[in-house]
């Protein structure tokens, strides 16, 4: 693996920082590794941050970091819906995340694209059955991300995918996932770093998402045992991942850089 590959997919919360404490050594192992030549794109599910707004986050943690270098689940949904003509998009999100739509029609009357992305208390039942409704009218669901659940202040919290999953439930219909661990998601941020699948590792610590997600897009994938991991979850997939190891910190000694 280490002759191959020659640029990185790297998760965020859970395995560059944690809330708002940076993994210890990550800035040191990133800063070895671009060196080295190897490229980065900073892969995230993270619904309620802007690439603008997470670019100040990454180098408040003292990590260098452009812009063009993140790759987030609602940037990548406004890629994939800016190729649908006639595309009518209601933005149901936290925070700022909704300005990586700009150039989208973007409404909440009569959509034919409804986005969601992790609304945390927003998760109302008012919210949810006027999404059904418009679900029930026509309008396509298309999910940010699916995840389980995240660690926040040191414990496991509820995520958006219990909520995708309760609609589409509901409706009848089966939202389309743009963020990890869908191959449109790896797909699009392969063509974002210039890079074959054959020439990247996916760094992170959500076995579903980041494993089996980059495993399916056809890219090595490395768990790191930070963030949400659990130890009981490598026994739940089909196949392991290619590296285990302890933190992102680690990352340049297993590419052979120490």
């Known amino acids: 693996m280490r002759q191959d590959i020659k640029g990185f997919l790297l998760d965020l919360d859970g395995t560059l920082y944690t809330d708002n404490t940076v993994v210890s050594g990550a800035a040191e192992s990133l800063d070895q590794l671009r060196r080295r030549g190897y490229s980065f794109r900073f892969v995230t599910n993270t619904t309620n941050k802007s690439r603008a707004t997470l670019k100040k986050k990454i180098e408040g943690l003292g990590i260098p970091v452009s812009e063009s270098e993140i790759f987030s689940a609602p940037f990548a949904a406004a ?47 008012e ?15 298309v999910a940010l991300q699916k ?20 609609l589409e439930y509901a409706s009848g219909k089966t939202a389309h996932l743009v963020g990890k661990p869908s191959c449109d ?17 996916m760094v992170g610590d959500d ?11 056809g890219l090595k994938a490395i768990l790191v045992k930070t963030g949400k991991f659990q130890e009981e979850d490598v026994q739940k997939v089909g196949i392991p991942p290619d590296a285990l190891i302890e933190s992102i910190a680690d990352l340049p000694v297993l590419m052979g850089d120490s």
């Open 79 to 125: 890629q994939w819906l800016q190729k649908i003509p006639e595309a009518r998009c209601w933005v149901l999100t936290r925070g700022d995340s909704s300005t990586d739509f700009e150039g989208l029609q973007l409404t909440d009357q009569d959509p034919n694209f409804i986005v969601l992305g992790d609304l945390m208390s927003g998760f109302t039942f």
């Open 127 to 141: 919210l949810l059955n006027d999404v059904f409704r418009k679900l029930l009218g026509g309008a396509e669901l």
């Open 147 to 166: 995840n389980r659940y995240w660690l926040t202040e040191g414990e496991l919290t509820i995520d958006a995918g219990a909520f995708v999953a309760a």
């Open 185 to 201: 998601f790896f797909n699009l941020a392969l063509a974002n770093i210039g890079l074959p699948a054959s020439r990247v590792a």
């Open 207 to 217: 076995i579903e998402a980041d494993i089996e997600g980059a495993h399916g897009a």
